[in-house]
T-cell receptor, first 115, second 113 residues
Framework: AQSVTQPDIHITVSEGASLELRCNYS??????LFWYVQSPGQGLQLLLK??????LVQGIKGFEAEFKRSQSSFNLRKPSVHWSDAAEYFC?????????????FGKGTLLTVNP | DTEVTQTPKHLVMGMTNKKSLKCEQH?????MYWYKQKAKKPPELMFV???????INESVPSRFSPECPNSSLLNLHLHALQPEDSALYLC????????????FGPGTRLTVT
């Protein structure tokens, strides 16, 4: 069955530390891949996306993600976390072909940043 | 400009009320979406409009009635809601052609009393 897994429900890091949020997917063909961030009570903001080409993609707010086909993973990274990065992070996938409308989200990872 | 706007920001309604949520985008997107999000959960797709026509209805109860009056506007009409319908309602839009990245609005926080 097609699925998106974010193994970590909650991660706590100290301000200035590095960050990696994990995302694995299970699809027949590599889907389109996205990371979204949601601050409390807010909408979702698109951080970055992977469609094809270079497997290391740069996004907004200093985030990057690496696509690894062999591991069916699309992990999000940031070298130095800021307190304002505290939020919920969702990995999402969109199958290639067909109507291409239905985003499938992971369950999310809540990031807490300690001062 | 990648902005999707939603009004109102907050809405409290009784179970017998009729209200509407509004969404607007000016990015030239021809696909628009309604999602429902409960606390600590990912968004759940409700409806998709493509070229102002309803394309997907994810078996949503008829007390939710979507409308797309033109390519920039999307409404969600609410009637006879239940307390369990209380949630954050998110609107999103995307280009019709691949790769369909969706841009979300800030949401309407709905409370049904």
């Amino acid at each position: 069955a097609q699925s998106v897994t974010q193994p970590d429900i909650h991660i706590t890091v100290s301000e200035g530390a590095s960050l990696e949020l994990r995302c694995n997917y299970s699809y027949g063909a590599t889907p389109y891949l996205f990371w979204y961030v949601q601050s409390p009570g807010q909408g979702l903001q698109l951080l970055l996306k992977y469609f094809s080409g270079d497997t290391l993609v740069q996004g907004i707010k200093g985030f990057e993600a690496e696509f690894k086909r062999s591991q069916s993973s699309f992990n999000l990274r940031k070298p130095s976390v800021h307190w304002s990065d505290a939020a919920e992070y969702f990995c999402a996938v969109l199958p290639r072909g067909g109507s291409n409308y239905k985003l499938t989200f992971g369950k999310g990872t809540l990031l807490t940043v300690n001062p | 400009d990648t902005e999707v706007t939603q009004t109102p920001k907050h809405l409290v309604m009784g179970m017998t009320n009729k209200k509407s949520l509004k969404c607007e985008q000016h990015m030239g997107h021809r696909a628009m979406y309604w999602y429902k999000q409960k606390a600590k959960k990912p968004p759940e797709l409700m409806f998709v409009y493509s070229y102002e026509k309803l394309s997907i209805n994810e078996s949503v109860p008829s007390r939710f009635s979507p409308e797309c009056p033109n390519s920039s506007l999307l409404n969600l009409h609410l009637h006879a809601l239940q307390p369990e319908d209380s949630a954050l309602y998110l609107c999103a839009s995307s280009f019709r052609d691949p790769p369909y990245e969706q841009y979300f609005g800030p949401g309407t926080r709905l409370t049904v009393t």
